[in-house]
């Protein structure tokens, strides 16, 4: 009776969704390998999914999606980073797509914030809807220029640049302080 008590307890536990921080996580197509938010590493093989992540990432072949992120995530081969609300941290990857908030540096092929970014957009292309930092790269869009420094090859700020607020693009440099 007693080994019975024993194993649906330990069934039990281990069947039951994970609320806690996990250490470590493996995130694959459609499962996390321990299920839950993520305070230390983890690592995303072709698509993951998980609610937060604070620590390091690794997105591998794929993407590495999260509601929120704070930390360091280096994409290999191919890997990106997506989250959903809030970003605060370095990320590397092919592609850095925030869909709300982001403050720290984004650097990689191309880069994308939805909302507000405070910091370092470095790629090819990058976009934010409102730019508190500095944009590097051949093009550079956003909506307004908060306060920051667009540089590359064409810079489009839609609310004007420094020298008309009727002229939404201008080569090599654009900024607002």
Request: hydrophobic share 40%.
């Amino acid at each position: 009776m007693k080994k019975t008590f024993v194993g649906l307890v330990l069934a039990a536990s281990l069947s039951a969704p994970a609320l806690a921080n996990q250490p470590i996580q493996l995130s694959v197509p459609g499962n996390n390998l321990p299920d839950g938010n993520v305070h230390g590493f983890r690592a995303s093989l072709l698509y993951g999914q998980t609610p937060s992540v604070t620590g390091f990432q690794l997105p591998i072949l794929g993407l590495a999606e999260s509601q929120n992120f704070t930390g360091l995530s280096v994409g290999m081969f191919f890997g990106a980073n997506r989250v959903t609300n809030q970003s605060t941290g370095a990320k590397f990857g092919l592609v850095n797509w925030n869909d709300n908030t982001a403050k720290g540096a984004d650097i990689a092929f191309f880069n994308y914030n939805g909302g507000q970014f405070t910091g370092l957009q470095f790629g090819t292309v990058n976009y934010t809807a409102r730019l508190n930092g500095v944009q590097f790269g051949f093009v550079n869009a956003t909506d307004r220029i908060e306060k920051g420094i667009q540089i590359g090859l064409i810079n489009y700020d839609k609310s004007g640049t420094f020298v008309s607020k009727d002229l939404p693009v201008f080569p090599i440099i654009n900024m607002r302080f």
